[in-house]
Nanobody, 122 residues
């Protein structure tokens, strides 16, 4: 089993940047693929980005391509989501999740963090 803790959220201005971290406990974290999802008020949780166990393969939602970058540091048991060119519509609670495969589907992920709030002002 793995426990996930997100951090790095906060308030940013439009056009600014934030880096989210997903820290994991457990020696087996490197055997999991990791995804980032987000949920805005009144909306369903949506896929943001995912990274394979090796870190070689990454996926992004279309609206995040070119603005967000997902990466993992196996030595630190941490996955990062670097967010740039932020827009007010990026405002949401961001969650990281771990699963057997890197997919865009939240049902493929077994373990979830509690989320971190990102607010982008115009």
């Amino acid at each position: 089993q793995v426990q996930l803790v997100e951090s790095g959220g906060g308030l940013a201005q439009a056009g600014g940047s934030l880096r989210l971290s997903c820290a994991a406990s457990g020696r087996t974290f490197s055997t999991y693929a990791v995804g980032w999802f987000r949920q805005a008020p009144g909306k369903e949780r949506e896929f943001v980005a995912a990274i394979s166990r090796s870190g070689v393969v990454t996926y992004y939602a279309d609206s995040m391509k070119g603005r967000f970058t997902i990466a993992r540091d196996k030595a630190k048991n941490t996955v990062y989501l670097q967010m740039s060119s932020l827009k007010p519509e990026d405002t949401a609670v961001y969650y990281c999740a771990a699963g057997d495969r890197a997919t865009i589907y939240r049902t493929d992920y077994n373990y979830w963090g509690q989320g971190t709030q990102v607010t982008v002002s115009s």
